[in-house]
């Protein structure tokens, strides 16, 4: 499988702070990719970066093109979503589609179609009449006609209910992601897009902390529901995090075998979430 997206060594500093630390990863191709961080972790500057809207130190190659000297080229093959879909509030839905016809290679209008076809948008409306969840159709569908091999998405549901998020990440899987396309998105709603994940990607003050498939992280890390007799020898085999659940200790550990384990309570698998909790408080005393 071809490898899409590689970073050695990156980094960026603004001033004094150090955004990325030399940063190491690979993404590869018709994987669906979460890059996770709290904020100012770095995940933005990642993006920038991908996209060539930032310069940079180390080496940086997407889709075999240099983000910025071939910025040009790269932007053929890549679409974008951000946290906040800025559209022109006096363009009409129709007028949006036809600029996008225009001005991009790769844009096909009859896919566009079909996919607002598919919602309650207007083709003559304008976008200060759509709300906020009709505008992330809308910005969607010009996404996703446009034959790219990667998707970025930086918070895409940020603000909306429930059903449009989950229809927005239904939509995806379903008319945009295959094996020949990739997906990177950045999220604080771990919850709602794990079970779409194929890697996980973990970032705190520049750095990274876990880069792993999600099968990876199934069998490396584990919950224990220690029974209380059993706390010191819980104890003994160094977890990752331990916290209480109704009264009871739940110990996160990472590469024990399970067998042994198995003597000290329940096991379960993590959510990303507890994970991510875990991973942004190691090292903390």
């Known amino acids: 499988m071809s490898v899409i997206i590689k970073a050695r060594g990156l980094c960026k500093s603004y001033g004094s ?15 669906i990719v979460g890059l996770v961080g709290p904020n100012g972790a770095g995940k933005t500057t990642v993006l920038k970066a991908i996209l060539g809207l930032t ?8 889709l ?16 974008f979503i951000a946290d906040v879909a800025v559209l022109p509030k006096w363009l009409k839905v129709g007028d949006a589609v036809e600029f996008v016809t225009q001005i991009h290679p790769h844009f096909n209008l009859e896919r566009a179609k079909y996919f607002l076809s598919k919602t309650k948008i ?35 549901t940020l603000g909306l209910d429930i059903l449009y998020r989950k229809e927005f990440y239904n939509q995806l899987l379903a008319e945009f992601f295959d094996e020949g396309r990739s997906i990177l998105v950045t999220t604080h709603q771990i919850e709602e897009v794990e079970k779409l994940l194929t890697d996980l990607i973990f970032i705190k003050d520049g750095e990274i902390v876990l880069d792993a498939s999600m099968d990876d992280v199934s069998s490396d890390y584990v919950e224990v529901m220690v029974k209380r007799e059993d706390v010191e020898k819980a104890e003994a085999l160094n977890p ?26 329940e096991l379960h698998s993590p959510s990303v979430a507890d994970l991510f909790v875990a991973k942004m408080k190691e090292g903390q005393s």
Request: charged share 30%.
């Open 17 to 31: 702070f150090k955004a990325l630390k030399s940063v190491d990863f690979t993404i590869e191709r018709g994987k």
């Open 122 to 156: 207007n083709w003559n409306s304008k976008v200060k009449e759509l709300s906020k969840g009709m505008v992330v159709q809308l910005h969607l569908a010009l996404v996703m006609s446009i034959e790219a091999e990667l998707l970025v998405l930086d918070e895409p």
């Open 240 to 265: 990752v995090m331990e916290r209480e659940v109704f009264g009871r200790k739940v110990y996160l550990f990472q590469g024990v075998d399970r067998e042994q384990l198995e003597l000290l309570g």
């Open 64 to 79: 075999g093109l240099n983000p910025v000297s071939q910025r040009d080229e790269l932007m053929k093959k890549v679409c």
């Open 55 to 62: 310069s940079y130190d180390g080496e940086l190659e997407v």
